[in-house]
């Protein structure tokens, strides 16, 4: 499940990269295309479509991240990994080494 909603987020991010770059930030973009009034689709209903469009791929960008991290498959301690610590012979500490004195007189 995990994995599907990742190629969804990853389609989903291609469309609204795609959308975003048809737009225009002046008010152009594919609606400067469609300027004869006689078209079925006008230069202000292009804009809406586009604009919609951008609106919802981010709110569904969203809701399947949102959906992606709460299907992340969570890993039980049995996965291999030994996390005991096992104990075998001589079960006694390791004495730590004695720190390094200052030299005295006699050794300079």
């Known amino acids: 499940m995990y994995t599907f909603i990742v190629i969804l987020i990853l389609i ?3 469309l609204l990269a795609l959308v ?16 004869a009034p006689t078209q079925v ?9 586009i604009e919609k469009a951008t609106w919802w791929l981010a709110a569904i960008l969203v809701v399947l991240c949102l959906a ?3 299907s ?6 049995d996965n291999g ?7 075998t012979g ?12 200052a030299p ?5």
Request: net charge negative; glycine share 6%; proline share 5%.
């Open 12 to 14: 989903v991010c291609v």
């Open 20 to 35: 975003v770059l048809v737009q225009n930030s002046k008010g152009g973009g594919l609606a400067a295309n469609f300027s």
């Open 41 to 49: 689709l006008g230069a202000r209903q292009s804009a809406d479509f």
């Open 68 to 70: 992606a991290t709460i």
């Open 72 to 77: 992340i498959p969570h890993h039980s301690a």
């Open 81 to 87: 990994i030994n996390t005991e610590v096992t104990t």
């Open 90 to 101: 001589d079960a006694s500490p390791v004495q730590a080494a004695s720190p390094i004195a």
């Open 104 to 108: 005295t007189a006699d050794q300079q």
